[in-house]
């Protein structure tokens, strides 16, 4: 009896004096050039089951920018790359990026049509890099339009959110679903109270086929308001949500839908002219478009605050990430309830720091990545680990060969404890290469040739889970079921 109790409080004191403080190991680095040496900018990042990486952007391909998307395997191996150069043959830029359970690609953009001007292009690739189909949106008068976000059901449904101009000169939210097979099943269009600029930025689905869109949208007398929006499976509107704070700018940057139907929405909004600046504001509304609880986020010292990215966990916490000018990156943690669990600061002395994309994992580890002044390397990729109570675990940055300036962009965790990493950096081939696609892959994990005393779940490490797990054991053992214990 006294051999459970002795192995636990050992673990207790093992796990106490250890953390994930540890540094992540690069297993490697992929970058992509175009031949013109010039600006190869990516805007998106995702990984498969099987540790495949995806990620799309723009390059410079003689004069104007085209859709790239590449896919490297789970060593980093590019496995293929496809360019898409619309009807103009001028610029064309991608802006978002997801894949289906199939390992088909879907990118989403901009594309110059000519005499339409710009125009909603949308793709769909099989999963070795084959063209399946390309679905261009021409809006109002053959004006411009664009795409901003997209998400694919599991029907392979394509769901797509963008901007497009009006018979005025202000741009209306215009939200596209296609069919497995790009055709155009039902566009709908939004116009705020103002008939001025409506600008969506994020799109999202629920279990049931609504579809769900936030952005900024000109308010009459308030300026810009958040405004989200859910559709029908059919496309039919069925609420607007507007929130606007002491009618001064109001601007969201993203949004989550959890399984229950529940909408989450982050972005900033302007303070009174005491306060000053911008603050975080997120707000949750049911799936009634109902408000459940609004958190206005102070980190730090006054400044500008401007959230960009938003998670949820299954228990119902939300974490949004982004950043100040007078204190780098800003994360806040907020319980169900609405309220602030915890916040942390990332805040390099040498400059400014801009936080660009969070994820979470099963664990409540919170990964953040964005950009960072260095100290003599221009500004560099720095991504940050937070545990579950919000003390920094680590930090690490990347500076590309040159020592100029990297800009992360994208995040992405797999199943097998890797983090990815993707943005543009200058890089130097016999000479510059301007900026180039940075594609990194980490382990979150020591690798160890043998078993390791008190680490219960073989990931190399004695944590909180080997801990939980002892502790499970010995209360089977000791107050359920004595048959159960092992000598």
């Known amino acids: 009896m006294r051999k459970p109790i002795l192995a636990l409080f050992s673990l207790v004191f093992c796990v106490t004096s250890l953390s994930w403080a540890?540094?992540?190991?690069?297993?490697?680095?992929?970058?992509?050039?175009?031949?013109?040496?010039?600006?190869?900018?990516p805007s998106?990042?995702?990984?498969?089951?099987?540790?495949?990486?995806?990620?799309?952007?723009?390059?410079?391909?003689g004069s104007y920018y085209d859709y790239a998307t590449i896919k490297y395997d789970s060593n980093g191996d590019e496995l293929w790359k496809s360019l898409y150069d619309g009807p103009a043959n001028e610029s064309d830029y991608s802006e978002a990026l997801t894949i289906d359970d199939l390992g088909n690609v879907y990118v989403a953009g901009v594309s110059d049509g000519g005499q339409t001007l710009n125009d909603c292009v949308t793709i769909k690739y099989?999963?070795?890099?084959?063209?399946?189909?390309?679905?261009?949106?021409?809006?109002?008068?053959?004006k411009s339009d664009g795409l901003e976000d997209l998400v694919v059901d599991s029907f392979g449904n394509v769901y797509v959110t963008g901007y497009s101009l009006s018979y005025g000169v202000s741009m209306d939210y215009v939200t596209i679903k296609y069919d497995p097979n790009g055709n155009e099943l039902w566009v709908s269009r939004y116009n705020g109270p103002d008939n001025a600029q409506d600008w969506p930025k994020a799109i999202d689905i629920d279990n049931t086929g609504n579809t769900y869109v936030t952005g900024w949208s000109g308010g009459i007398g308030t300026d810009y308001d958040y405004a989200t929006i859910k559709y029908a499976p059919d496309g039919n509107e069925l609420w607007v949500a507007r929130y606007d704070k002491l009618a001064n700018r109001d601007e969201a940057t993203d949004l989550i839908v959890d399984d229950y139907g529940n909408v989450y929405v982050t972005g900033y909004s302007s303070a009174n002219a005491t306060v000053g600046g911008n603050r975080f504001t997120t707000i949750k509304y049911d799936t009634?478009?109902?408000?459940?609880?609004?958190?206005?986020s102070f980190i730090g010292s006054a400044g500008d605050y401007d959230g960009v990215s938003i998670a949820v966990d299954t228990l119902g916490y939300v974490y949004i990430a982004g950043s100040s000018n007078s204190a780098g990156y800003e994360i806040a943690k907020i319980n169900p309830y609405g309220n602030t669990q915890w916040t942390a600061i990332y805040d390099e002395p040498t400059g400014y720091d801009y936080a660009t994309d969070l994820v979470v994992d099963d664990f409540g580890n919170v990964y953040v990545t964005g950009y960072s002044q260095g100290n003599g390397t221009q500004r560099d990729y720095a991504t940050v680990m937070y545990d579950?109570?919000?003390?920094?675990?680590?930090?690490?940055?990347?500076?590309?060969?040159?020592?100029?300036?990297?800009?992360?962009?994208?995040?992405?965790?797999?199943n097998s404890g890797n983090l990815y990493v993707?943005?543009?950096?200058?890089?130097?081939?016999?000479?510059?290469t301007g900026y180039d696609y940075t594609t990194i892959k980490y382990s979150l994990y020591e690798y160890c040739t043998g078993p390791i005393e008190g680490d219960l779940n073989?990931?190399?490490?004695?944590?909180?889970?080997?801990?939980?797990?002892?502790?499970?054991?010995?209360l089977k053992c000791n107050l359920v079921n004595q048959d159960d214990c092992v000598p």
Do not use: M
């Open 422 to 432: 993707t943005g543009w950096s200058n890089g130097w081939s016999n000479g510059p």
């Open 288 to 296: 009634n478009g109902i408000q459940q609880w609004l958190n206005n």
């Open 44 to 61: 998106a990042l995702a990984v498969d089951g099987l540790g495949n990486v995806y990620v799309t952007g723009k390059s410079i391909i």
């Open 458 to 474: 073989n990931d190399c490490k004695i944590d909180f889970i080997d801990l939980s797990t002892l502790i499970g054991n010995w």
């Open 388 to 414: 579950s109570l919000g003390n920094e675990q680590w930090v690490t940055r990347y500076d590309g060969p040159p020592n100029d300036n990297d800009y992360a962009v994208g995040l992405a965790l797999d």
């Open 22 to 41: 540890d540094l992540p190991t690069q297993l490697w680095e992929a970058r992509y050039n175009s031949p013109s040496n010039s600006a190869d900018v």
């Open 126 to 142: 099989d999963s070795n890099g084959n063209e399946l189909w390309v679905a261009s949106f021409d809006g109002l008068n053959s």
